[in-house]
C-alpha cells in the first residue's frame, strides 16, 4: 500500500520561500508519477506540478518559473521547492502518486489513486 507523508509547511510573507517535501513508501514498481496539488478554501482542488520517473516534468503555469518540483529516489521523497510566493498560493498543498505507466502523467488530473493528508501554505501580503 503506497503511504505519503507530506511535511514543511508553514506561514511565510510575500516573497517568500518555502520547501514541501513528501515521503513516499510502499511502492512496488519501478514507475511512478507524483504530483503536487493544492486546494484554498472555497476552490476546487489544483494541480501545481508532477513528475515521473522517466524524468517528465509539468508545471501549472500559475507556479512556472516560481516553483521546482524534485524527487530524490534514494530517500523516495518529493519536494516541491516554492520561490517568489504570493498570497494566491495559499492552500492545503497534497502530495498524489500513481504506479501506472499509462497513466498520462500531468497537473492537470486529479484522479490520481493515492494522496497525502496535506499541509498548510499560508502567504500573507
Known amino acids: 500500500q503506497v503511504q505519503l507523508v507530506e511535511s514543511g509547511g508553514g506561514s511565510v510573507q510575500a516573497g517568500g520561500s518555502l520547501r514541501l517535501s513528501c515521503a513516499a513508501s510502499?511502492?512496488?514498481?519501478?514507475?511512478?508519477?507524483m504530483g503536487w496539488f493544492r486546494q484554498a478554501p472555497g476552490k476546487e482542488r489544483e494541480g501545481v506540478a508532477a513528475?515521473?520517473?522517466?524524468?517528465?516534468?509539468r508545471y501549472a503555469d500559475s507556479v512556472k518559473g516560481r516553483f521546482t518540483i524534485s524527487k530524490d529516489n534514494a530517500e523516495n521523497t518529493l519536494y516541491l521547492q516554492m520561490n517568489s510566493l504570493k498570497p494566491e498560493d495559499t492552500g492545503m498543498y497534497y502530495c498524489?502518486?500513481?504506479?501506472?505507466?499509462?497513466?498520462?502523467?500531468?497537473?492537470?488530473?486529479?484522479?490520481?489513486?493515492?494522496w497525502g493528508q496535506g499541509t498548510q501554505v499560508t502567504v500573507s501580503s
Open positions: 513528475i515521473d520517473s522517466d524524468g517528465s516534468i
Open positions: 498524489a502518486a500513481v504506479t501506472q505507466r499509462t497513466f498520462w502523467c500531468d497537473p492537470s488530473r486529479t484522479d490520481f489513486p493515492y
Open positions: 510502499g511502492f512496488t514498481d519501478s514507475y511512478y508519477c
